[in-house]
Nanobody, 120 residues
Framework: QVQVVESGGGLVQPGGSLRLSCTASGIEFNARDMGWYREAPGKQREPVANVTRWGAINYADSVKGRFTVSRDTEKNTLYLQMNSLKFEDTAVYLC??????????????WGQGTQVIVSS
């Protein structure tokens, strides 16, 4: 069974740090593009950072210089190191991974999300 599972969220004070992880499992081939998105209360889902299968990295302007995304291709795991967290970073963080199954071919799969709350 294909699964995408996030972990690492929690409650942190402004200026603090968290590290999120996302692992894809139940697949025969390594994931292609993997990325982090977030949904803040009352807002639409927005991209945060992603790593393509070729290693290209993209960040949303709002997190540049504070967040660092990385991946372990062989482990099909994506990380998001979040530093200098702000109140506006509060959101559910979701991971997306382009995976292949025999029945569906390559398509994005989403995790359930991990909550990040930045509060004093």
């Amino acid at each position: 069974q294909v699964q995408v599972v996030e972990s690492g969220g929690g409650l942190v004070q402004p200026g603090g740090s968290l590290r999120l992880s996302c692992t894809a499992s139940g697949i025969e081939f390594n994931a292609r593009d993997m990325g982090w998105y977030r949904e803040a209360p009352g807002k639409q889902r927005e991209p945060v950072a992603n790593v393509t299968r070729w290693g290209a990295i993209n960040y949303a302007d709002s997190v540049k210089g504070r967040f660092t995304v990385s991946r372990d291709t062989e482990k099909n795991t994506l990380y998001l190191q979040m530093n200098s967290l702000k109140f506006e970073d509060t959101a559910v963080y979701l991971c997306s991974a382009v995976l292949r199954t025999p029945s569906t071919g390559w398509r994005p799969y989403w995790g359930q999300g991990t909550q990040v709350i930045v509060s004093s």
